[in-house]
């Protein structure tokens, strides 16, 4: 059985992509699809490489029954392309920064918005905002907006799995 492989992009990768990471870790466990599905993240930006997340991300997930602990931040770069079949970028400054790195133009079709499979999403608001310069209430939102578009995109699951380009 092959494994399908995720990985979750921003900027610095110790706010926004390890939160993505940890609740869709969650969600695969509990749709019985852990061993399916392998997820990892990356910062475009590589100033935080090898840092645990950001005290204010961690502390939103915990109070919703997370666990934030595991995380170290890396860095994305090309070789990311071969070693997953997904890119899922927070924002539109992250998606054009990957598209930039893909080795091939075939392989620019991995990069895709996150909030792509956010069933709320519009063509005004389809990033994960950068939390990074404002308070905890932005931390919370980012949150939700996460765990609604982990949800939408663990029902694609099965098609993406799936389909012949996989
Ligand atoms: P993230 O947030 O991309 O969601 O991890 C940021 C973290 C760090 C920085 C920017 C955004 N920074 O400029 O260091």
């Known amino acids: 059985m092959t494994v399908y492989r995720i990985a979750v992009v921003c900027l610095g990768n110790i706010c926004r992509s390890p939160t993505a990471q940890v609740v869709l870790e969650h969600r695969l ?23 645990p997340m950001d005290p204010r ?17 890396r860095t994305f770069t090309a ?53 990074w310069y404002g308070g905890p209430d932005g931390f919370r939102l980012v949150l939700t907006m996460i765990e609604r578009t982990v949800d939408g995109l663990v029902q694609r699951l099965p098609d993406l799995i799936d389909s012949p380009s996989h």
């Open 57 to 73: 991300a961690a502390v939103a997930l915990r109070d919703a029954g997370y666990d934030p602990t595991r995380h170290r931040a």
């Open 29 to 51: 466990e509990q749709a019985g699809l852990a061993g399916r599905v392998e997820v990892a993240s990356a910062g475009t930006g590589g100033w935080h490489a090898g840092e």
């Open 79 to 131: 070789d990311w392309f071969a070693e997953h079949d997904l890119l899922l970028a927070m924002d539109a400054s992250n998606h054009a920064d990957m598209v930039d790195l893909a080795p091939t133009v075939q392989q620019r079709a991995q990069v895709r918005l996150f909030r792509d499979f956010d069933p709320e999403a519009t063509a005004d608001d389809d990033q994960v905002p950068d939390p």
